[in-house]
């Protein structure tokens, strides 16, 4: 499949933006309606020092006109402060409003990336998917905090403005409203580039992410081979990357803001000078000229505003378009609705090429009755953890097939799966929660005496050191060391109870004696069920049923532990080079 994550596209982008304001379309209603008695009162000011200087014009010889001035400047006041008060709680909705939204964008994305299925999850870019869940989320969760109250407040303020000076004298407003095509002119010019810049921004980023994340994971391998050099080349290649991309949307800035700045400035000259014209032959009163200019100047208010978060807005549009992106990762096909008859695991056939290039696994055959503990054994990069991914449904062959009881186990959804088989590897977790809490997440029902006895049956002898017994909180009254997390994990596993478990390096953390008393603890419990574990160690492969030898993405040997010694072959040589008590490894 495709490795990257998709990004949503305009119209899709639009189409959540819509869902997420008609999911609060209260709050949306109220902005938009306080919002606009804050501009109508907005209004009244200048308008009412129109009035002023008509008065003083017209009336200055008689004797009310001082009260009539007064009257009026009381209203402007009374009006501006009317004003204040609908706008502070215009923006209270508002910030309300954005608070909700992003909570319910952070919780889409969340339960989007919850539900994707495992296999899928798996060959995720995980920076990508990190940066998304982080960066892009939080842009998304500020923008519609802060820049939707204050855009909106924005928009119908200028539109207030605008009418009213059309109102007011429809020459002078037309005459404002030509100038302003200057900042239409910057502001078509500057969209037209930036979606691309700002998707190029975060896609820059998100590949920063993934090669430093990859880079300290395999921190270990890259000092054992020397490969430092090569990651910190990757790495200030990215980093270029990141930096030209960002410049690149600099750049749109810094022409955007000068040019609408200038523009802004337009109108108000251009209503002054026609103005006075208008007012030297007498066709428009002085009152008029001053309240058009004053409702002109307010409007580089509102555009500034807009302006400053036009670019807000871009970004944070690309961040919505990976935000929303998710939903239109591939789901999966859902597969004949059949169960499965048994348990029998069958393997025919099966190649498997990660890369579309190369399989790694070439016509693998293998049988697994119910019951039977089978190891698999090879080199490293032999295919084993491969095989072990097909038999845990997280991917299928391309040619070939794995089935439990004869159904694909990759038509299986997630859910059923489990209740089949379930792959451990090292990859454990331990949540930051009690004791119970994380063991409960495999069987919510069970009871005090089944976790403790599931912790007994991986050897958790730990738990009676912990300071509250079930009740510690891990992560918080104590750490559980590597070892013990992992066998926090295996208990998981004894209490889901599937009938296979598929153990890949599961033990791998654990000392030798630890791990031997693990799996021989786990064997006890799983008596009955099906186990095929990886076996990095000799003795692990002896006490096994069977052992399936791998070599180069080929199952080459599979027999019981006597029948491989006795042919002499890869597996025998093997036993007879490293048979000792050292319990040799592998790989
Ligand atoms: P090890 O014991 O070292 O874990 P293994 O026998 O489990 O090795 P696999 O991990 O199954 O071997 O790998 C088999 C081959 O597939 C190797 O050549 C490996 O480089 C390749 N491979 C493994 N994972 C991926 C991946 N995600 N993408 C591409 N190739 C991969």
Known sequence: MNRQLPIAGPAEVRAAAVRDLRADRGAVAGLILVNGLASAAGLVGPWLLGRI??????????????????????????????????????????????????????????????????????QLPTGDLIARGSTDASRVALTLRSAVPEVL????????????????????????????????????WYLRRARPAYLAVAAAGAELADVVASTAKGARTIQLLGLEDRRTEATESAITRARSAYLGALWLRTVLFPWSEVSLGLPVAAVLLAGGGLYLHGSVSLGVVVTATVYLRQLVGPLD????????????????????????????????????????????????????????????????????????????????????????????????????????????????????????????????????????????NATDAELHAALDAVGAAWLADLPHGLDTELGADHTLDGAAAQQLSLARVVLADPHTLILDEATAQLDPRTARRTEQSLAAVLRGRTVIAIAHRLQTAHDADRIAVMEAGELVELGTHTELVTANRTYGKLWHSWHGPSAPETT
């Open 305 to 444: 505003t807009l302006m400053l978060w036009i670019e807000q807005l871009q970004g944070a549009g690309a961040s919505y378009a990976r935000v929303e992106g998710l939903a239109d990762v591939p789901g999966e096909e859902a597969g004949p609705d059949v169960d499965p008859t048994g348990d029998r695991i069958q393997v025919e056939n099966a190649h498997y090429s990660y890369t579309g290039a190369r399989d790694v696994l070439r016509g693998v055959n293998l049988l697994v009755q119910p019951g039977e503990r089978l190891a698999i054994v090879g080199t490293s990069g032999a295919g084993k953890s491969t095989l072990a991914r097909l038999l845990a449904g997280l991917d299928r062959p391309h040619t070939g097939s794995v089935t439990i009881g004869g159904t694909p186990v990759a038509d299986l959804p997630p859910d059923r799966v489990r209740e089949h088989v379930v792959l451990i590897t090292q990859d454990h977790h331990v949540f930051h929660d009690t004791v119970r809490d994380n063991l409960l997440i495999a069987r919510p």
């Open 153 to 188: 407040v924005a928009i119908v303020h200028a539109l207030f403005l605008i009418v009213a000076v059309l109102v007011l004298d429809v020459r002078l407003g037309l005459c404002g409203l030509v100038c302003l095509f200057g900042v239409g002119a910057a502001v078509r």
């Open 53 to 122: 200087i008509d008065t003083i014009q017209t009336r200055s010889g008689s004797g009310d006109v001082l009260s009539t001035v007064d009257r009026l400047a009381f209203g402007a006041l009374v009006f501006t402060i009317v004003q204040t008060v609908l706008t502070w709680w215009a923006l209270k909705i508002g910030y309300r409003f954005g608070e909700r939204t992003a909570a319910r964008v952070r919780e889409r994305f969340l339960q989007r990336t919850l539900a994707l299925p495992a296999r899928r999850a798996d």
